[in-house]
Nanobody, 124 residues
Framework: QVQLVESGGGLVQAGGSLRLSCAAS????????MGWFRQAPKKEREFVAG????????YYADSMKGRFTISRDNAKNTVYLQMNSLKPEDTAVYYC?????????????????WGQGTQVTVSS
């Protein structure tokens, strides 16, 4: 089992940047592929980015590609989401999640463990 805690959210102006962190504890962090998801008010939770166990392979939702970067530091048991060129439509609660497979998935149903989320608000 793994526990996940997100941090780094906040209020930022459009065009700005934020870096989210997700610290893991419990079972070996490197055993999990990781993903970031987000949920805006009155919308379904959606996939943002994923990274495999080693960190060598990443994948993104089309609308985030080129603006967001997912990375991980297995020595620090942490996964990151660097978000640049933020837009008001990026406003959401951002969640990290752990998947007990090598590659992870774009489907939230595949993930086994979730953090509590961190709020990101982008003002226009």
């Amino acid at each position: 089992q793994v526990q996940l805690v997100e941090s780094g959210g906040g209020l930022v102006q459009a065009g700005g940047s934020l870096r989210l962190s997700c610290a893991a504890s419990g079972r070996a962090f490197s055993s999990y592929a990781m993903g970031w998801f987000r949920q805006a008010p009155k919308k379904e939770r959606e996939f943002v980015a994923g990274i495999n166990r080693s960190g060598r392979n990443t994948y993104y939702a089309d609308s985030m590609k080129g603006r967001f970067t997912i990375s991980r530091d297995n020595a620090k048991n942490t996964v990151y989401l660097q978000m640049n060129s933020l837009k008001p439509e990026d406003t959401a609660v951002y969640y990290c999640a752990a998947d007990d497979t090598t590659w992870g998935s774009r489907s939230l149903e595949k993930y086994d463990y979730w953090g509590q989320g961190t709020q990101v608000t982008v003002s226009s």
